[in-house]
């Protein structure tokens, strides 16, 4: 800081900064821009704030503490509610983020309405039968629940089969489809009543139907195969259980797990969402650009180039009238036509604070194109170099901030 402006009085600097953060909304204002952030590895890891965090939301805050641009928080957490999310996320920051700035991976499940009057079996931890009320579904069982009236299933833990029996319980409705939440705690133990319940086609207490070829709806929420907490290296994510029920299901039958909906990064569904939550507050007019910050390419990066093609791929099918077919997932693949996507673009920016770790050190303009020797996206995906090459590869948040705020200002200027 050169001597004059470390002279400059306090309410002078004060003033210079709303200047020049007012600059940067009117600047932008033409471009209509709106920032998703990834959380785990990006802004947090476990419950410790990345330093990077907080020095980046002050860029990103006016004189009165408002967002510049419309603001969504994308993470693939999803054993919480959105307000404890927001609440944590305000805490933490220290700034104000309100459940309407939050998608977490089983969000758009509320949009799955064709589901909610189902009987549905739920699988994670946290309050999982409370979450999926609020989603809209009716009739919730838990793994808990189904242990307690079928003790027989569960055999594992020895300690626990040697209890005395629970009182019996109401008779349970037959099963109609599976949510899959997040990792649960006990592994055996969900990944055992899961099967027993795809077998049985929703009846447990039945002998396994091997003639049975199809199965009965699996959503899933949270492909991620791993992310990052406060360890040194990143830990097992819900993709990993996904895998092992998978694996299973395969070897007893022959066949693949099918799922109906894979939701959560990088599913579209979670970015036609989390646009739709940009739009609202951004007084539902359109957005020009799209920045996605994330620690992932396998989840942020990938899912934020996906997103951008099907964009790319809406406005050709708009101007042309051809009928829209997206590539680059699997069977997992699911949108919503109520839920509009109008970007022009989404471009995504990888930090170096989570599960990507950079083989040499950034240059301020590197181009290089980033590549993995291992794909370790969920099974349903396409391995495309293009899905997981970064527009932008930084070193944190902060960076990020910097480098997108640069670019609106730049590309702004009359």
């Known amino acids: 800081m050169s001597s004059r402006s470390a002279a400059l009085p306090h309410t002078d600097i004060m003033w210079c900064r ?3 953060q007012q600059t940067f909304r009117l600047m932008s204002t033409s471009r209509q821009v709106g920032i998703l952030f990834d959380v785990d590895g990006v802004l947090l890891r476990g419950r410790s704030v990345i330093p990077a965090a907080r020095r980046a939301f002050k860029k990103l805050l006016d004189a009165n503490n408002n967002f510049l641009f419309p603001v969504v928080f994308v993470t693939n957490a999803g054993s919480c509610h959105r307000h404890h999310k927001a609440q944590q996320l305000s805490d933490l920051l220290d700034i104000k983020v309100t459940p309407e700035q939050v998608v977490l991976s089983h969000s758009p499940l509320q949009m799955l309405k064709s589901f909610h009057d189902k ?3 739920v699988s994670g931890q946290g309050p999982v039968i409370d979450i999926a009320n609020t ?14 009236h079928h003790p027989q299933l569960d055999m594992v833990d020895h300690n626990r089969t040697s209890r005395p029996p629970s009182p019996p319980l109401r008779t349970l409705p037959k099963i109609e489809a599976i949510i899959l939440f997040g990792e649960p705690i006990r592994w055996e133990t969900n990944l055992q009543l899961l099967i027993d319940v795809l077998l049985t086609n929703g009846n447990p207490s039945c002998e396994y139907d091997a003639q049975v070829s199809a199965h009965l ?6 492909m991620d195969l791993m992310w990052m907490a406060e360890a040194p290296s990143p830990r097992f994510g819900h993709g990993m259980f996904l895998l092992c029920l998978e694996s299973i299901y395969r070897k007893l039958t022959g066949r693949e797990l099918q799922y109906q909906a894979a939701l959560g990064k990088p599913s579209l569904l ?3 969402y989390a646009e739709h939550l940009l739009r609202l507050q951004n007084q539902n007019r359109k957005l020009t650009t799209v920045y996605a910050v994330g620690d992932n390419l396998m989840t942020d990066i990938y899912g934020a180039n996906l997103y ?7 406005h050709t099918a708009i101007a042309t009238s051809t009928k829209l077919v997206a590539k680059g997932t699997g069977s997992h693949m699911m949108m919503q036509e109520e839920l509009v996507s109008a970007a022009a673009q989404c471009r995504s920016i990888l930090v170096c604070t989570g ?12 181009a290089s194109v980033v590549t993995e020797t291992v794909f370790h996206g969920h099974r349903d995906l396409i391995m ?11 070193e944190d948040v902060e960076a990020a901030v910097d480098l997108l705020l640069k670019a609106e200002a730049v590309t702004s200027d009359p």
Not at 135 to 148: A, M, Y
Not at 217 to 222: Q, Y
Not at 308 to 314: E, F, G, I, P, S
């Open 308 to 314: 951008n093609r099907y964009l790319a791929q809406q």
């Open 217 to 222: 709806p699996v959503l899933a929420c949270n």
């Open 135 to 148: 989603l809209g579904f009716q009739k919730v069982v838990s793994i808990e629940q189904l242990r307690q």
């Open 384 to 394: 495309e170099p293009d899905l997981v090459e970064p527009d932008h590869v930084v």
């Open 18 to 20: 709303g200047f020049l």
């Open 355 to 366: 599960v990507y770790k950079p083989r040499s050190s950034l240059s301020s303009d590197q």
């Open 270 to 272: 979670m970015y036609q």
């Open 119 to 121: 009987c549905v079996l």
